[in-house]
T-cell receptor, first 113, second 113 residues
């Protein structure tokens, strides 16, 4: 199964709060899990990524938590800011076969002032 | 580096006309991807190339769509004839096979009337 399931579809968080976006996958061959951030009128841009040999990766206010046994991973945005308002996509990469990224359906985040 | 370059940034055309979208990948990247993004279907992979060779075109919606990569620094996505349902934002992305990070261009916003 190639799909990556992402939730929620949209999210409203108050400034200073924690934003949490969840993704789940089925294909155990996936071995690289990036998150992309997209602002209106722009292309998606890599935000942070993780490989399944670690359970957590943190870069500034952004943290990926990875649960290999549950085949789930999530993005946490601490101290969310209005400038974080964007659409976030999780993705998974299979380094065998066709070597392509499979994207989730996206989460539209709005951080209210 | 200038990043992935796409042209035109906006295209408005009438149904039945031929549309050609262009992409220049990041120098040194040997994988190139074409995506389509709509509100209804999200981010869809149309086709991708490794070393200028089409690897997977299973996402190309129908025969009206074609893509070429005549050399490592240029690719085109052509729609002939165009239809209103082709209206979307089309993204090109490139990746270094060794690096893992995929970089997106700014997109071409296509409107077919």
């Amino acid at each position: 199964q190639q799909q990556v399931k992402q939730s929620p579809q949209s999210l409203i968080v108050q400034k200073g709060g924690i934003s949490i976006i969840n993704c789940a996958y089925e294909n155990t061959a996936f071995d690289y899990f990036p998150w992309y951030q997209q602002f209106p009128g722009k292309g998606p841009a890599l935000l942070i990524a993780i490989r399944p040999d670690v359970s957590e990766k943190k870069e500034g206010r952004f943290t990926i938590s990875f649960n290999k046994s549950a085949k789930q991973f999530s993005l946490h945005i601490m101290d969310s800011q209005p400038g974080d308002s964007a659409t976030y996509f999780c993705a998974a990469w299979e380094d065998t076969g066709f070597q392509k990224l499979v994207f989730g359906t996206g989460t539209r985040l709005l951080v209210s002032p | 580096d200038a990043g992935v370059i796409q042209s035109p940034r906006h295209e408005v055309t009438e149904m039945g006309q031929e549309v050609t979208l262009r992409c220049k990948p990041i120098s040194g990247h040997n994988s190139l991807f074409w995506y389509r993004q709509t509100m209804m279907r999200g981010l869809e992979l149309l086709i991708y190339f490794n070393n200028n060779v089409p690897i997977d075109d299973s996402g190309m919606p129908e025969d009206r769509f074609s893509a070429k990569m005549p050399n490592a620094s240029f690719s085109t996505l052509k729609i002939q004839p165009s239809e209103p349902r082709d209206s979307a934002v089309y993204f090109c992305a490139s990746r270094d096979l060794a690096g893992g990070t995929q970089y997106f261009g700014p997109g071409t916003r296509l409107l077919v009337l």
